[in-house]
Nanobody
Framework: QVQPVESGGGLVQAGGSLRLSCVAS????????MSWYRQTPGKQREFVAHISSGGYTSYADSVRGRFSISRDINAKTVYLQMNSLKPEDTAVYYC???????WGQGTQVTVSS
């Protein structure tokens, strides 16, 4: 089993955009659900977005309408497009492979005001 690998984090001003990527090597996304979570120091990891094996998506209330989860089955990659970013979106973002139950190492997103 291979750990997912996230990338795309960085520093952005409030109102800006970032796109995170998560490569799920060894998994077929047609039969694998994937999710994005985020965590800030001292807080529990919280759900951000989910895409089912059938391609259905769901979002946390705090990001609905601003974030979009998608996937490229051939590239075995799940994306999180984040628009209209706010300082409270600052966190380490993780992806989770529900078939292997493995987490990635995380990518830092920092939104400055």
């Amino acid at each position: 089993q291979v750990q997912p690998v996230e990338s795309g984090g960085g520093l952005v001003q409030a109102g800006g955009s970032l796109r995170l990527s998560c490569v799920a090597s060894g998994s077929s996304l047609e039969i694998t659900a994937m999710s994005w979570y985020r965590q800030t120091p001292g807080k529990q990891r919280e759900f951000v977005a989910h895409i089912s094996s059938g391609g259905y998506t769901s979002y946390a209330d705090s990001v609905r309408g601003r974030f979009s989860i998608s996937r490229d089955i051939n590239a075995k990659t799940v994306y999180l497009q984040m628009n209209s970013l706010k300082p409270e979106d600052t966190a380490v973002y993780y992806c989770k492979n529900f078939r292997t139950n493995l987490w990635g190492q995380g990518t830092q997103v920092t939104v400055s005001s």
